[in-house]
């Protein structure tokens, strides 16, 4: 097997404060940003100074099709509508025959969204639900951390 083999990721699992979420099929948003203040100098028309200020993340959206794990992700948006609390999570990148390749420690994790299934028997499409993140950055990251 080559590296490029352990690198496809066909699942992704999610751990909320150690509770397991289940596999999701699709994740997006892994990622961050500096933001950059841009300063002009008297004089100076070489080059615009670029400073970095802080650092942005962006909300993850994980997807799936409904499983019995949906109730779990319900119950998790039931108990945070009495108080708002932040959490660690843990999604890890596994590959056909289960095993880690990669996994992020997210901190300061909040749910923004969760969208269930269009239902229709007019269209028979698999029933999928997309769960939205925020965090407040990383705890580490990379292959097997």
Known sequence: ???????????????IDKQDFGPFISCEGLGCEFVVEQREE?????????FPTRIKYTNI????PVTK???KIAQWFTKMASGVERHTATIEARNANNDVIAQWGLVGVIP???TGPQLSVENAKVATETLELAHHGFLSAGSGA
């Open 1 to 15: 097997m080559s590296d490029l083999d352990e690198a496809v990721a066909v699942c992704f699992s999610v751990k």
């Open 42 to 50: 008297g004089g100076n028309n070489g080059w615009v100074w670029q």
């Open 61 to 64: 959206k994980l997807s799936r």
């Open 69 to 71: 794990d949906t109730i």
């Open 112 to 114: 923004v969204r969760w």
